[in-house]
């Protein structure tokens, strides 16, 4: 069992910056996959980045250079930068992590969401 507990979220006006964080209640493994994830009113919720242990991420093509997610590994924590944010940025910001098990499908764990608000 893992809780994972977002904060940073706010209202932002466009090509502003806001910086989210991720805290897990234990310590998760190198080999496990953390990432941040967003839900846009009336949308299925979709990948923003993700990174393993050793600092390798995966961004979808959206935030893409204008978001960097990373990881501290002492603190169980990640964080999402995100820079010159856009209107199409607006949607709640979930904390993910993906718990490997052997020969079995990994666990995901959520956290509650964090509210990102891009507005003029």
């Known amino acids: 069992q893992v809780q994972l507990v977002e904060s940073g979220g706010g209202l932002v006006q466009p090509g502003g910056s806001l910086r989210l964080s991720c805290v897990a209640s234990?310590?998760?493994?190198?080999?496990?996959?953390m990432g941040w994830y967003r839900q846009a009113p009336g949308k299925q919720r979709e990948l923003v980045a993700t990174?393993?242990?050793?600092?390798?991420?995966n961004y979808a093509d959206s935030p893409k250079g204008r978001f960097t997610i990373s990881r501290d590994n002492t603190k169980s924590a990640i964080y999402l930068q995100m820079n010159s944010l856009k209107p199409e940025d607006t949607a709640v910001y979930y904390c993910?992590?993906?718990?490997?098990?052997?020969?079995?499908?990994?666990?995901?764990?959520w956290g509650q969401g964090t509210q990102v608000t891009v507005s003029s």
């Open positions: 234990r310590n998760i493994a190198i080999i496990d996959i």
């Open positions: 990174i393993n242990g050793l600092g390798d991420t």
């Open positions: 993910n992590v993906q718990i490997g098990r052997r020969n079995l499908t990994p666990l995901s764990y």
